[in-house]
């Protein structure tokens, strides 16, 4: 079983955060929904309140196996402002951990260099935050350890696809027969 950290802030994305949290717990794997916020509260970008599991600075993140960012505005704004999240994608990244983001939220990783060099997909709009990123317009686009998607319509694809790398494509394959997709 995998380690998840899926971050929240006030105006994510609810589908694309909340689809990966719960086909990840299908797939078996311990997902945190974390709050970088001081409140566990989070209001996502349509203004459904969900209750996040734990506060960033309580996570022993030497125990997680991947990173997971959702879009949705002004969520991945308040993503890419927060030190701590900068400085944690930039050592997973570095040390060939798993990071994944969605819709928006690549610009995180575009803004600290991560996605240099690297093929990476984002919401229509924001390529130009992929600082030279090869931009691709695939539903999910997997470089090495980075990961990222489009949107709100391929965060089952993206989910799934996250779930391939930890668990495999066979469990993969389960999961997606399981929801009808």
């Known amino acids: 079983m995998a380690k998840v950290c899926v971050f929240t802030a006030d105006g994510f994305e609810e589908v694309e955060g909340l689809t990966v949290v719960d086909l990840l717990r299908r797939a078996g794997e311990e997902v945190l ?3 970088i916020s001081d409140n566990l509260s989070v209001t996502g970008s349509h203004g459904i309140e969900i209750k996040a599991d734990v506060f960033f600075d309580d996570v022993d993140y030497s125990t997680v196996d991947m990173l997971v960012l959702p879009g949705g505005m002004p969520g991945t704004r308040y993503l890419g402002e927060h030190q701590g999240l900068a400085a944690l994608l930039k050592s997973f990244a570095a040390s060939d951990k798993m990071v994944a983001a969605i819709c928006a939220a690549p610009s995180v990783l575009g803004g600290l260099g991560i996605l240099k060099g690297r093929k990476a997909a984002c919401y229509p709009g924001f390529e130009e ?3 030279e990123a090869v931009i691709f317009t695939d539903p999910v686009v997997k470089d090495g350890n980075i990961t990222t ?3 709100v319509g ?22 997606k ?3 009808v997709s």
Do not use: D, N, Y
């Open 149 to 151: 998607s489009r949107g």
């Open 177 to 179: 027969k399981s929801i």
């Open 129 to 131: 935050k992929l600082e």
């Open 33 to 35: 929904m974390v709050s």
């Open 154 to 175: 391929t965060a089952i694809p993206f989910a799934l696809e996250l779930i391939s790398q930890l668990e495999g494509e066979v469990k993969a394959r389960q999961i």
